[in-house]
T-cell receptor, first 111, second 118 residues
Framework: GENVEQHPSTLSVQEGDSAVIKCTYSDSASNYFPWYKQELGKRPQLIIDIRSNVGEKKDQRIAVTLNKTAKHFSLHITETQPEDSAVYFCAASKGNNDMRFGAGTRLTVKP | GAGVSQSPRYKVTKRGQDVALRCDPISGHVSLYWYRQALGQGPEFLTYFNYEAQQDKSGLPNDRFSAERPEGSISTLTIQRTEQRDSAMYRC????????????????FGEGSRLTVL
């Protein structure tokens, strides 16, 4: 099955700075790459996703980039705020089949 | 229902007992996933269904674990002869999109069932 690796495992930034989280995947057939945010004690929730026919997608302060050749994708958060503090997970799947998650990145935004 | 519902939310059992965890997905959702999540870790894939068909069970740790979704809606994850290492949060997620289509493919997670094996 698909193997997703995520880095870094922890990330601390100052409020207003940018944060970047990177993931790699192993299965070249994967074509759907979502990112989930999980706040303490809550369930993971989708924040942004990208399909393999697109190289970049942006939604306000959040953007995701995809490099199919290198099989890696990244989450970029600009102008970070304390409420961005959470654990972020990347995932990869073929269609919506066989979705596998990365190990997560704990982001701390210091005020 | 309005969201993915899991029961029980908390289960404490003694080693060697069987447990059954239930997932009620969002009405009409085609895909249903089971994950296990350790504290601070990513969801670990266990198995998933499209409709009633189990598509992949390669993530089930061993043959004490099984899952079913007989009518393509509610699913049950069963752990037989529980061991302490089975203690974890078990999360169910559903999605309306099995393949292609205009939907996002978003997985909607339940609150989880926290299992503690003594």
């Amino acid at each position: 099955g698909e193997n997703v690796e995520q880095h870094p495992s922890t990330l601390s930034v100052q409020e207003g700075d940018s944060a970047v989280i990177k993931c790699t995947y192993s299965d070249s057939a994967s074509n759907y790459f979502p990112w989930y945010k999980q706040e303490l004690g809550k369930r993971p929730q989708l924040i942004i996703d990208i399909r393999s026919n697109v190289g970049e997608k942006k939604d306000q302060r959040i953007a995701v980039t995809l490099n199919k050749t290198a099989k890696h994708f990244s989450l970029h958060i600009t102008e970070t705020q304390p409420e961005d503090s959470a654990v972020y997970f990347c995932a990869a799947s073929k269609g919506n089949n066989d979705m596998r998650f990365g190990a997560g990145t704990r982001l701390t935004v210091k005020p | 229902g309005a969201g993915v519902s899991q029961s029980p939310r908390y289960k404490v059992t003694k080693r060697g007992q069987d447990v059954a965890l239930r997932c009620d997905p969002i009405s009409g959702h085609v895909s249903l996933y089971w994950y296990r999540q350790a504290l601070g870790q990513g969801p670990e894939f266990l198995t998933y269904f499209n409709y009633e068909a189990q598509q992949d069970k390669s993530g089930l740790p061993n043959d004490r674990f099984s899952a079913e979704r007989p009518e393509g809606s509610i699913s049950t994850l069963t752990i037989q002869r529980t061991e302490q290492r089975d203690s974890a949060m078990y999360r169910c997620a559903s999605s309306s999109w099995a393949s292609g289509g205009a939907n996002t493919g978003e997985l909607f997670f339940g609150e989880g069932s926290r299992l503690t094996v003594l």
